[in-house]
């Protein structure tokens, strides 16, 4: 009689139990992300993000580091709150704090670093990485910046 060998992967055997392996029903587009938001950190951005007044995915096009601050331009892949549209972009300059304890993190950005941009109406800047899906889009890395900190002129 010849043996049969059946392999079975443990994502269909989830979902034949009706399980997920993902808490997060949002992570659509984060498979294989190294951290995905779930629980009361997502409740926290999502939050985070309807409160703001700008809301875009944005990619770096240029950095500068000039001393404890970075001079970035992004450029806007999407546009959900605001007034800029797709395809203009803003300049920021950032602290950044590499070593922190609590809010206020902001880790350097490289040229083609895509994030979520957002205002915020505290007056911190925080860097949050994490995968989740907003508005069909999977965001890998979150900044928020104090809502007086964005500029208002176009490039």
Same mark, same amino acid.
């Given at each position: ?25 949002? &992570?659509?587009? /984060?498979? !294989?992300?190294?951290? *995905?938001?779930?629980? +009361? ?6 939050? #985070? ?47 950044? &704090?590499?070593? /922190?304890? !609590?809010?206020?993190? *902001?880790?350097?950005? +490289? ?6 941009? #957002? ?37």
């Amino acid at each position: 009689m010849a043996k049969r060998i059946v392999y079975v992967s443990i994502a269909s055997i989830f979902g034949l139990l009706g399980w997920s392996p993902y808490v997060s029903a949002t &992570t659509t587009g /984060c498979e !294989g992300a190294p951290f *995905v938001l779930q629980g +009361k950190l997502l409740a926290s951005v999502e939050k #985070l993000v309807a409160a703001s007044t700008f809301v875009a995915q944005a990619e770096v096009i240029s950095s500068e580091v000039l001393g404890t601050q970075q001079k970035i331009a992004f450029r806007l892949l999407k546009s959900w709150k605001g007034s800029f549209q797709e395809g203009e972009s803003v300049s920021l300059i950032l602290p950044v &704090t590499e070593v /922190c304890a !609590g809010f206020g993190c *902001v880790f350097p950005f +490289k040229v083609g670093d895509v994030a979520l941009l #957002l205002t915020t109406s505290s007056s911190y800047h925080e860097d949050l990485p994490g995968c989740w899906v907003y508005e069909g889009v999977a965001i890998h890395r979150v900044l928020s910046v104090p809502a007086a900190e964005m500029p208002n002129t176009r490039h």
